[in-house]
């Protein structure tokens, strides 16, 4: 009689939970990094690429967040935008950074906070990691401050080069800009608020091979 060998059964994806998701730009980076994403966003989402939820992204991290392995938090951007001060407008924006922080925390799941670097300049959000386009041969110059449950570290990237044919964020409106990020699936209002899935695809791999390794 031979021996059979023994079926190995793959570990299941980790969950990634993607707050505030608009159409997908975050969730795209996790999901190329290998995780099983589902989007919250207060509002419809239809090119949202994963399972997706419309629900207050705070309600629902504070009902649903133990069950996932990650937590994003894209909470909205325009109460710390040099537009919104230009603008003049900036009281008619909450500043939802504190309690979705604390809402994450409370889950006892590592998270990551993603908004405009403005935040960390008013001392809102660490940046632990503080990303650009060109940093991953993208042709845009898009810059995004990342605070994370973890504090950062893992592989370093090249500094940012803002060569003369860079598409700079006054192109935000165009396809060419839209199509530069990576989000080919979006529309391009979609991508105006878009973050590129490089950003996520590179923090997400640096999760899975050290934070999330070293806790298993």
Known sequence: MTQSTPIRRMAPRPRLLDLCSGAGG????????????????????????FT??????LDF????????????????CQY???????????????????????????TGRPWVIENVPEATWEGELRPDYLLCGTQFGLNVRRHRAFETSWG???E????????KQLLAFEHKGERA???????????????????PPAYTHWIG???????????A
């Open 80 to 106: 710390f935008c040099r537009a919104t001060r230009w603008r003049g407008t900036r009281q008619g924006h909450e500043n939802l950074i504190p309690a979705g922080r604390a809402a994450m925390e409370a």
């Open 156 to 163: 370093l990237l090249p500094p940012c080069w803002h060569h």
């Open 205 to 215: 791999t640096q999760f899975l091979t050290s934070v999330h390794e070293v806790a």
């Open 177 to 195: 800009y839209a199509d530069a990020m990576g989000c080919t699936w979006m529309t391009n209002l979609e991508a105006r608020q878009a973050v």
């Open 52 to 57: 997706f939820h419309q629900a207050d992204a």
């Open 61 to 76: 991290v504070r009902e649903h967040g133990h069950e996932y392995d990650l937590i994003h938090g894209s909470w909205p």
């Open 26 to 49: 975050t969730g795209m980076g996790y999901h190329l990094a290998g995780f099983d994403v589902t989007g919250v966003d207060i509002n419809p989402q239809p090119n949202y690429p």
């Open 152 to 154: 950062g570290g893992g």
